[in-house]
DNA sequence: GCCAACGTTGGC
DNA sequence: GCCAACGTTGGC
């Protein structure tokens, strides 16, 4: 597969948003909770430390992509999957054999201005972003070189 | 809150 | 290995 260096990671701000990782040590975290093969498959085996993602606040008002991380860390197996009281608890995965691993992520900027998803459908250089791409669920998303500096002009910032 | 589109599970 | 049933995602 080919190397991305641009990705886009979808959250639910009311589980975690822009401002909670805002809030955290080094504004960096681990991105927990991916239950997902071809997301986990994007995390194991496509990212590299220093990659570029996109903050995206899915289930939400406004829909936007709010701001920028990178990837702060190699993959590394998501500890919630061995907690029984974790709602991601797995009872099918081991400490040897482990189904999921997540990486950590460190915030680059929160956007003055969000790019809204309406924004992006409206825009035709970016039909075909993943993301409003219909059906499109998935939580970990590859991004090309031109969204990423779409996606920046749009919000007024440098890439 | 609805529901279409997907992904996963498990019986066969 | 197929596929029906079920569960989830996430925009609307």
Redesign the pocket.
């Known amino acids: 597969m080919a190397k991305n260096k641009y990705w886009l990671m979808?959250s639910?701000p009311d589980e975690f948003s822009i401002d909670d990782l805002a809030t955290r040590k080094n504004q960096t975290t681990y991105w927990e909770g991916i239950?997902?093969?071809?997301a986990r498959n994007f995390m194991r085996d496509d990212m590299k430390v220093g990659d570029r993602v996109f903050f995206?606040h899915?289930?939400?008002k406004p829909?936007a992509i709010v701001g920028t991380m990178e990837i702060a860390s190699e993959p590394y197996p998501d500890p919630s999957q061995f907690d029984p009281d974790s709602k991601y608890f797995d009872e099918?995965s081991t400490e040897d054999n482990p189904r999921w691993v997540l990486v950590d992520v460190k915030l680059i900027k929160k956007f003055d201005k969000p790019v809204l998803?309406?924004d992006i459908?409206n825009e035709p250089t970016l039909s075909d972003m993943m993301?409003i791409?219909?059906?499109?669920?998935?939580?970990i998303q590859p991004v090309t070189e031109h969204e990423w500096k779409k996606v920046h002009e749009m919000a007024g910032e440098k890439p």
Do not use: T
């Not at 239950?35 to 071809?38: A, D, E, K, S, T």
């Not at 791409?133 to 939580?139: A, D, F, M, V």
């Open positions: 979808k639910e239950r997902n093969y071809q995206y899915s289930n939400a829909l099918k998803r309406d459908k993301l791409k219909k059906g499109s669920r998935l939580s």
